[in-house]
């Protein structure tokens, strides 16, 4: 798979595209910027310039600087939520799958109701609950969306359990655990990493809509959304600073969206 | 299966409330800016009811909820939840159903266009736009179409709830979205349904060409997509959210942000508790439809 | 006799940086009132030359040649005029009857827009054509047949329908591409004595797609042997049946009489020379 993925240019292209991002976003304090965070109202809202390449917000903090740092809450906590999501999910999903009977049904009836419930609604609930806050929003959406990873996983993992060489790992009395990790696993694993890509876009607009809101990040934090939610309010005088975020946002869901695209076509037997 | 899904809902909002670490007869004294002292907190408790055990405050909720009595909001206690909730769900509404009629018209229009001018130069700058579209938080594109059409041409206003003028910006934000989604299922709907045995027929009969694509090709290709437009009518409610706190627009998401802000938990409950009941209804109202739409069901239904 | 249609030279390829070869060099005529089958294997080209008469092929197939209908070319004719022609001048029945039809409308309604495609017809006149036409195909309770949707008739009813449907407007030429493939025995047999009836009744040409023998030697006058997309042979049916020129139509025929042959020991213990009516017989 990894093969026909190299093959296909505009993955290649979105593969290095993020990984400049997250380097950027880990690097930020080394690499030479403006502090994110320092306050110069004798410079707000300033056009580009060569001090200030994005130019400044409202309260005179260099933009650039705030976009690359805003790097980390933006698609860290995004990932950070991912990886919970899928371990929680996967766990449940894997143990329902492989156990069946009474332990599965109980738990996919509970997988269906948190599925009924309309996501923004849910958000809205936890986060009301919680209050406002990062580590809430990231609770919020690994929340909703673990049961969606749970049922995709037990029913790739009963798929994959009645393939042949499962079976015969079975009958030949090989411990659960060798099973689920040898071959359950690697099989799920590439389906995974397809809703992963595709969901990773999800996760981000979610967080920074939050965040726009005023209950995700806190000020005075950098994060895309909420440099978004300060640019609104100066949108006559400087809309620059309304732009930068909003595209950074779009260019790095894009990529991933692109990039879950091509990876489900890399799988699709199909498609060969 | 309707009434147990209503009881989870309401059970779930009653608990997810009462999960809130902080005292709520505290927040709600401090809330109307009362000194919190240890009298005053008694009495709010005694008056929030909150002395009573956790199932008889549930089965309390639960009956005057029916009534639509959801109590007074904490942050002024002479409105009640249900009053600011009956307030401010109509404009919601109105909300999304512009969104929808958007949604509907231009999804069909682009996505049978692009079905039928299929890998022309307009069916793909049509599905790079739809890919860039969902790659776009909605309260951007709210924030920029605001900037233009608002600021820059001064043609509309800015914000605010009230006649169509206002509605226009919100609605074409809220659509966006969706409208991308539809029209990439309603392109790929048609593509497919195109190569079945049916079109072939049609034109072996001589039938015209606008007979075959409208009368058969996009009735079937209709079909899945009523379901998935049905299913997203309650999210696209839930969803307002955003928008209408971009644009101002005085309805129940705005409501339920400045609730959460406020720590008003009385209407983040019903907030809760009324979207879920809009959610079961319009699902069993798309079940109905699908039925209705497809023959072969009916048999059964 | 006159030709109904005539065939030149026809070439089909599919479009792309290499074209495909499909069919190649592929020559008949079907004359008046009788019946040409095409006889050939799976991929032989047979399906790919009926619906390329009528234009029917998408636009990743390239055709080229000379199909004379009606003293036109109809390679050369405009959508329109292919449009027109078709369902009323030429007919098609298909393979899948279960599929060909609409799901979600009802046979009514099939019949109803195949007759207005081709003219002014009122509701009433068009649904008595209809009813008639379905008495005709005996299909019982002709109004009842008429509400009901594809899903809920069998395949034999719905083929019939579609032979019915092929008639309705009067055309010159049926062309019934494996109509009787996708039915079981008992069915074929049903459809094949219906299009026997009918090909008496109506006196319109027909070409007959086929892979079965049987069938063919019940309906069919000559008969045109394919392989791997072009004609191998040609000629009367009888002829060909009995003393095939070409290799592959001998190997089509030894084939399946060897199957033919056991039955007919097993059934009869007799020898001689194969008649049209053991083949009808044998074919389930």
């Given amino acids: 798979m990894l093969r026909r993925l190299l093959k296909d240019k505009s993955a290649v292209v979105c593969v290095a595209f993020i990984v400049v991002v997250m380097?950027?976003?880990?690097?930020?304090?080394?690499?030479?910027?403006?502090?994110?965070?320092?306050?110069?109202?004798?410079?707000?809202?300033?056009?580009?310039?060569f001090a200030y390449p994005l130019g400044t917000d409202h309260l005179g903090r260099c933009t650039l600087s705030r976009l690359v740092h805003g790097i980390r809450p933006t698609i860290f906590l995004s990932l950070l939520t991912m990886c919970c999501t899928i371990a929680l999910g996967s766990a449940i999903g894997l143990l329902s799958g492989y156990f069946r009977g009474r332990v599965d049904e109980v738990v996919m009836r509970v997988c269906d109701v948190m599925l009924s419930f309309p996501s923004q609604v849910m958000i809205l609930a936890v986060v009301g609950v919680l209050g406002p806050g990062m580590m809430n929003v990231v609770a919020a959406n690994i929340l909703i969306k673990w049961a969606w990873y749970g049922r995709m996983i037990r029913s790739s993992v009963i798929r994959y359990g009645e393939k042949g060489y499962v079976l015969f790992s079975k009958v030949s009395g090989t411990g659960a655990p060798y099973i689920v990790f040898r071959h359950l696993l690697p099989g799920v694993a590439s389906e995974l990493l397809v809703l992963a890509s595709l969901d990773m876009g999800w996760v981000i607009l979610n967080i920074s809509t939050l965040s726009f809101l005023g209950l995700g990040v806190q000020a005075p934090t950098a994060e895309w959304g909420a440099m978004l939610n300060e640019a609104k309010d100066v949108m006559v005088r400087a809309p620059l600073q309304m732009l930068v975020p909003g595209v950074a946002i779009m260019t790095v869901v894009a990529a991933f969206n692109m990039l879950g695209d091509s990876l489900r076509d890399a799988l699709d037997p199909k498609t060969v | 299966m309707l009434f147990p899904m209503l009881l989870g809902i309401s059970f779930i909002a009653f608990v997810l409330v009462n999960l809130i670490p902080a005292d709520p007869a505290e927040v709600a004294l401090r809330i109307n800016d009362i000194q919190p002292t240890e009298e005053a907190i008694a009495l709010m408790r005694e008056e929030l009811g909150l002395d009573r055990p956790f199932f008889t405050r549930y089965l309390q909720w639960l009956s005057k909820s029916t009534r639509f009595d959801f109590g007074a909001t904490f942050?002024?206690?002479?409105?009640?939840?249900?009053?600011?909730?009956?307030?401010?769900?109509?404009?919601?509404?109105?909300?999304?159903?512009?969104a929808l009629v958007i949604v509907i018209g231009s999804s069909l229009l682009l996505g049978v266009s692009c079905a039928l001018y299929r890998d022309?130069?307009?069916?793909?700058?049509?599905?790079?736009?739809?890919f860039l579209g969902t790659a776009m938080p909605n309260y951007w594109v709210g924030l920029l179409l605001m900037w233009f059409f608002a600021l820059k041409l001064d043609l509309l206003p800015t914000s605010g709830g009230g006649g169509w003028k206002n509605l226009i910006l919100p609605a074409v934000t809220l659509s966006l979205t969706y409208i991308s989604t539809y029209i990439r299922l309603i392109r790929n709907n048609m593509i497919e349904n195109m190569s079945e045995e049916y079109v072939l027929y049609a034109n072996a009969r001589g039938l015209k060409q606008r007979t075959v694509v409208f009368g058969h090709v996009l009735r079937n290709s209709l079909h899945s997509c009523v379901t998935a437009l049905g299913m997203s009518v309650p999210q696209l409610i839930a969803g307002a959210f955003v928008v209408e706190n971009v644009f101002a627009w005085p309805g129940i998401g705005r409501l339920c942000i400045s609730a959460i802000f406020n720590r008003d938990y009385p209407v983040i409950q019903a907030y809760i508790l009324v979207m879920g009941v809009l959610f079961i209804f319009c699902n069993l109202?798309?079940?109905?439809?699908?039925?209705?739409?497809?023959?072969?069901?009916?048999?059964?239904? | 006799m006159e030709n109904v249609l005539s065939v030149r030279d026809l070439h089909i390829s599919v479009r792309g940086e290499k074209p495909l070869s499909l069919v190649k060099n592929v020559s008949f005529d079907v004359e008046a009132g009788r019946c040409l089958g095409i006889l050939g294997e799976s991929g032989s080209g047979k399906s790919l030359t009926c619906g390329s008469?009528?234009?029917?092929?998408?636009?990743?197939?390239?055709?080229?040649?000379?199909?004379?209908?009606?003293?036109?070319?109809?390679?050369?004719?405009?959508?329109?005029?292919?449009?027109?022609?078709?369902?009323?001048?030429?007919?098609?029945?298909?393979?899948?009857?279960?599929?060909?039809?609409?799901?979600?409308?009802?046979?009514?309604?099939?019949?109803?827009?195949?007759?207005?495609?081709?003219?002014?017809?009122?509701?009433?006149?068009?649904?008595?054509?209809?009813?008639?036409?379905?008495?005709?195909?005996?299909?019982e309770d002709p109004d009842g047949a008429m509400r009901r949707y594809p899903h809920q008739m069998s395949g034999g009813m719905l083929q019939r329908t579609m032979i019915g449907l092929a008639l309705l407007l009067g055309p010159k030429l049926i062309v019934a591409?494996?109509?009787?493939?996708?039915?079981?025995?008992?069915?074929?047999?049903?459809?094949?004595?219906?299009?026997?009836?009918?090909?008496?009744?109506?006196?319109?040409?027909?070409?007959?797609?086929?892979?079965?023998?049987?069938?063919?030697?019940?309906?069919?006058?000559?008969?045109?042997?394919?392989?791997?997309?072009?004609?191998?042979?040609?000629?009367?049916l009888r002829r060909v049946f009995a003393s095939p020129r070409s290799e592959q139509a001998r190997y089509l025929l030894g084939t399946r009489f060897s199957l033919i042959d056991r039955f007919r020991r097993m059934v009869r213990n007799e020898g001689g020379a194969p008649s049209r009516m053991d083949y009808a017989a044998a074919s389930f």
């Fill in chain 3, 53 to 139: 008469l009528v234009g029917l092929l998408g636009s990743e197939y390239a055709v080229s040649g000379e199909v004379r209908f009606n003293g036109r070319n109809l390679l050369t004719a405009n959508r329109e005029e292919l449009r027109r022609l078709r369902g009323a001048e030429i007919s098609m029945i298909l393979q899948n009857p279960m599929t060909s039809f609409d799901p979600l409308r009802t046979i009514e309604s099939h019949i109803l827009e195949t007759l207005r495609a081709h003219g002014r017809v009122s509701r009433k006149e068009a649904l008595a054509a209809g009813r008639e036409m379905l008495a005709r195909m005996r299909i």
């Fill in chain 1, 23 to 49: 380097a950027a976003g880990l690097l930020a304090d080394t690499v030479p910027l403006n502090n994110p965070n320092k306050v110069n109202v004798l410079a707000k809202l300033q056009a580009p310039s």
């Fill in chain 2, 120 to 130: 022309t130069l307009f069916d793909r700058s049509v599905r790079l736009f739809v």
């Fill in chain 2, 75 to 98: 942050t002024n206690a002479n409105r009640t939840v249900a009053g600011e909730i009956a307030r401010s769900l109509p404009a919601t509404l109105e909300l999304s159903a512009a």
């Fill in chain 3, 177 to 236: 591409d494996e109509p009787t493939t996708a039915l079981d025995s008992i069915t074929r047999f049903e459809v094949v004595e219906e299009i026997r009836r009918m090909r008496e009744e109506y006196e319109c040409a027909m070409i007959f797609v086929s892979h079965d023998l049987g069938v063919l030697a019940s309906v069919a006058d000559s008969v045109l042997v394919m392989h791997e997309g072009e004609v191998v042979e040609k000629g009367e």
């Fill in chain 2, 285 to 301: 109202a798309v079940d109905i439809l699908h039925c209705f739409m497809d023959p072969r069901l009916r048999r059964s239904s």
